[in-house]
């Protein structure tokens, strides 16, 4: 099993939920607003000085869909560019709950 870690700008949540709900992920947790800095996309700190926020949501699958939603989220990148913001990564999930 693994966690997908996804960071990207606030205004890319539809899509990354239609992704979801595409490959029938349902389970997920989400922080809803965010700030931070990419190296490609600039300051997002929701502030006047520095506009806009991204979202966060991380899902717990196992490799297979990790590797589907993986390589839905880099589509989804190569679609809108880097400067937009999507951001994803894997962790290994060696236990859960039952």
């Known amino acids: 099993m693994k966690m997908v870690w996804m960071m990207h700008d606030i205004v ?3 899509d990354i939920q239609g ?6 992920i349902i389970g997920l947790s989400r922080w809803k607003r965010m700030t931070g800095r990419g190296p490609k996309s600039g300051s997002r700190m929701d502030t006047h000085v520095w506009p806009g926020a991204n979202s966060g949501a991380f899902v717990v699958v196992d490799d297979e869909m990790a590797a589907r939603l993986m390589g839905r989220l880099q ?12 951001w994803a990564f894997t962790t290994p999930v ?3 709950l039952r």
């Open 94 to 96: 060696t236990e859960t």
């Open 12 to 14: 890319l949540t539809d």
């Open 75 to 86: 589509a989804l990148r190569d679609e809108v560019g880097a400067l937009t913001g999507v």
């Open 19 to 24: 992704i979801l709900d595409e490959l029938g």
